[in-house]
C-alpha cells in the first residue's frame, strides 16, 4: 500500500485555503490510509521565510498549527501527525537531494523567484527548499501527495530527484503524485489580490481559527464585481470572490439562488455577504470549538505530536539506512 505524504507551514494562521486547497483532503485520505499517511507541521520549511518565523512565536504557531489540523477532523490517534525537526531524517536526507540537484533547476521555481523579488539578501535555504520538501515526501516513500495547485512544480521536481536518485543509485522511490481538491484549486485572497496566502497577511486571509466578528469584517468590505456600482445594477458572479467563496461554503440552493438574482440584481452585496456568512458561521463554527477543547488540553497535543514523531521515525529510520547504503557511505 503506498503512502500519503503532506505538510503545511506553522507561518501564520491556517486559512480558507489551506483548509479546502489541502487539509480537508488530509482528513479524507487519513479515513483511507490511517497510520500510513502522515502529515507534518513543517518548521524547517517555516525558517527560510525569516520575516515569518520570528523564535518568539514559531513554537506557539507550530502548536497552533496541530491544534488547527485536529480540529478540523484529523485524529492523530489514526493518522502520523508530527513536526519536521522532531524528525532529523528530513535534513539528512535533503542534503543527500541537494546534492543531486543543480542550482538551475532550483532557481527556476517560480515560488523561489516570486519571495526572493521581495527580499534584499536571499537565504540560501529559500533556494535549498524544495529540496527538503522533496525529502519530506520521499523518506516515507510517500506516493500521494494531496496539497493545493500552487505546490505543483515542487512535486514536478520531487518526481525528477527521485527518477534521478533511483538512476545514480537503483530503484529505491516512487515517483508520487499531487492530489488536488479540482474545486479548490486557488483559493482567491479576501484582499481581491491573487491568491490567498498567509505570507501576505491578514489583509488577504480569512483564518479558519478568526473570531467571526473579524472574518464578517473582512467580507463586508471585500471587493466584488467591480461593474456592479449600484445596487440596482446587474452582477457577473463569476468575476466575484464572494461567489467563489459560496460555492466552498453555501448549500446548493443558496449558491443557485445567489447566481440568479445577482445577474438581475435581485440580491444587492451585502445581502449575499450576508447569506455567505451563515455558512461561514456553520462551518467554521464546530471547527472553533473543537480547538478550544483542544487548546485547553495542551498536554493532549504534545503527547500526539511526541507520539506522531515517534511513529514517522520508525518508517523513516530503516528507508534512511538504505540510502546511506546506497550513496556508498561507511558503516562500521
Ligand atoms: P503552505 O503551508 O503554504 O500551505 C499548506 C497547503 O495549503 C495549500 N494552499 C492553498 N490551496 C488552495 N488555495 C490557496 N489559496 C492555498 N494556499 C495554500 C498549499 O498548496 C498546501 O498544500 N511547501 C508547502 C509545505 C510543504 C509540503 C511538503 C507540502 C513542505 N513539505 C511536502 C506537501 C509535501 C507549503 O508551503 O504549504
Known sequence: MSRVFSGIQPTGEPHIGNYFGAMRNYVRLGEQYGKQSLYCVVD???????AASDPRYLAARTFDMAVANFAVGLDPSQVTFFVQSHVPEHQELAWIFTCLTPVGELERMTQYKDKTAQLESVPAGLLMYPALMAADILLYKAGVVPVGEDQTQHIELTREIARKFNHHFGE???????????????????????KMSKSKGETSTLGILEPLD????????????PARVRRTDPGNPDVCLIFDYHKLFSDLPTIELVNVECRRAGI????CK?????GVTAHLTPIQERAEELRADPSYVRDALAQGA??????????MEEVREKV?????
Open 44 to 50: 524547517l520549511h517555516a525558517i527560510t521565510n525569516p
Open 172 to 194: 529505491t522511490f516512487p515517483e508520487p503524485q499531487a492530489v488536488y481538491n479540482k474545486e479548490a484549486l486557488r483559493i482567491p485572497g479576501v484582499d481581491g489580490h491573487g
Open 214 to 225: 473579524s472574518v464578517w469584517q473582512k467580507l463586508r468590505v471585500a471587493p466584488t464585481d
Open 268 to 271: 444587492g452585496c451585502v445581502d
Open 274 to 278: 450576508k447569506k455567505l456568512m451563515e
Open 310 to 319: 515517534q511513529e514517522a521515525r520508525a518508517i523513516a529510520a530503516p528507508v
Open 328 to 332: 556508498g557511505f561507511l558503516k562500521v
